[in-house]
């Protein structure tokens, strides 16, 4: 072989482990003791262990008993809220939005965001998170640590029709500004709170905005049956008939929660022009004993991709996507009164291709394949609770926690390697935000930034 050619070295090299891929169905595929080639932050071959054998590589990762699979999504959070977690607890929705969340969050300085985001990045790479989409106040905080963190991330400067056409326009100018930042890894939105909170003026503005600068929404709808139910009773329509007739459905469209979606509702998630996904994040809606949960059989049927999702970590405690993943399947199981929905596979499937969708990034990431975004996490199953494997699809939903997640990959950038996060100061973090605490939390002055009715 002449010097011109030898194949220069690879970015990164995995090899050893059992790989997650899909077919042309979309079904789950296991090929054990694989090898995955990255270059310049792109799988380039998913391999034989072998085939490597030999190959030079700036970085080698030997991942014999452990699982590679895509990168979890966790496609709806607030990410700055793992600042308040805990502090609003056992209360229902609306004190929890009036009497604690929302007087809180009027103290919020763009500090207290940047700990809180750099928290949770933190708390998402160790449980194998790789990309997220937030939807908060002072994101371009958010977009730093994003930056530097080296995560992927759908960002949007959320806004109320309370603080008037100045809100819309910030959140325009927050997309427009980081749209592509961070070597392509920060995607946006625009970002309306909710229909409750937002009215159809703005609605419909923000509708033709994200028609003319192509920019997906993503906001909260119909979360929960209540909201449903008020809409009907006071306009007429449910939440998501608001979205239908403000335009907001013409758009690629990403909403949280939807627990309050009704029958209804589905010929217009159906026949919705713009690319519709609902993230779902059932473990708060346990936590505030919702009546419903994300109907996510029906969405399917319909072609409408559901992603797993957590919420913020004020509501859900947690910003664990893989027990959002195991939850989803079992509440599915209870609320259809079906075992056999969801199924492992089914749940897989939603933790990775349906998330990459609901994000607007399939394509780019949800699959280990050629082509795709380098973003992937590496699983130990050699753990008792773990052993031993009759079914790797149930075993990965059901028996695997995110503390088995050894190494976090992203863009082919190692952040977490072996349970050791290299990009983020935790320690540093958490000493920092608990001597801001006493006044992020006061709630003395009787101030909120808005008000939960209904």
């Not at 690629?252 to 509702?265: M, N, Y």
């Not at 996510?296 to 319909?302: G, H, K």
């Not at 893989?322 to 509440?331: F, G, K, R």
Request: glycine share 8%; proline share 5%.
């Amino acid at each position: 072989m002449t010097p011109s050619a030898v194949e220069s070295p690879a970015g990164l090299i995995i090899t050893g482990c059992t790989v997650l891929t899909h077919d042309d169905q979309e079904e789950a595929v296991f090929l054990e003791d694989a090898a995955v080639v990255v270059r310049d932050g792109v799988v380039a071959e998913v391999t034989d262990a072998a085939a490597v054998a030999g190959r030079t590589a700036d970085e080698w990762i030997d991942a014999r008993g452990q699982v590679a699979l895509p990168g979890l999504i966790n496609c709806h959070t607030h990410a700055p809220m793992a600042a308040l977690r805990g502090l609003a607890e056992d209360l229902p929705t609306e004190a929890w939005f009036n009497d604690v969340v929302w007087p809180v969050e009027s103290n919020l300085s763009e500090r207290d965001v940047t700990l809180g985001a750099l928290l949770a990045c933190a708390e998402m790479i160790r449980a194998g998170v790789t990309c997220f989409a937030d939807h908060y106040f002072a994101m371009d905080a958010v977009a730093e640590v994003v930056t530097a963190c080296g995560m992927r991330a759908l960002l949007g400067e959320a806004y109320f029709s309370s603080q008037g056409p100045q809100g819309r326009e910030k959140s325009l100018e927050f997309a427009l500004r980081h749209r592509g930042a961070a070597d392509g890894r920060i995607t946006t939105a625009l970002a309306p709170h909710a229909p409750y909170t937002v009215d159809d003026a703005d609605l419909a503005a923000t509708a033709e905005l994200a028609r003319a600068h192509g920019l997906p929404v993503h906001l909260h709808a119909a979360e929960n049956r209540d909201q449903t139910e008020a809409s009907l009773a006071r306009h007429g329509v449910t939440p998501v008939e608001v979205l239908h007739r403000t335009g907001l459905l013409d758009t690629d469209v990403l909403i949280a929660h939807g627990t309050g979606i009704v029958e209804s509702d589905l010929p217009l998630l159906a026949h919705a022009r713009g690319r519709t996904a609902v993230a779902t994040a059932p473990r708060g809606y346990l936590k505030f004993a919702w009546p419903t949960t994300t109907p996510v059989r029906a969405l399917r049927d319909i072609g409408v991709p559901v992603g797993l999702a957590t919420d913020g970590a004020a509501s859900n405690n947690s910003l664990d996507v893989w027990e959002s993943m195991a939850l989803t399947s079992l509440i599915q199981k209870s609320t259809e009164g079906d075992p056999r929905w969801l199924t492992s596979r089914q749940a897989l499937h939603h933790a990775t291709l349906q998330s990459a969708r609901a994000v607007g990034l399939e394509g780019s990431i949800g699959r280990i394949a050629p082509g795709h975004r380098a973003d992937l996490v590496l699983v130990d199953l050699t753990g008792p609770h773990t052993q031993p494997v009759h079914d790797l699809a149930a075993t990965l939903v059901h028996s695997a926690r995110s503390a088995d997640v050894r190494t976090t990959v992203v863009d082919g950038r190692v952040l977490m390697r072996d349970r050791r996060l290299l990009v983020i100061d935790v320690a540093e973090v958490v000493r920092e935000l608990d001597e801001r605490l006493p006044a992020l939390v006061d709630r003395g002055h009787g101030r909120r930034i808005q008000e939960y009715d209904t």
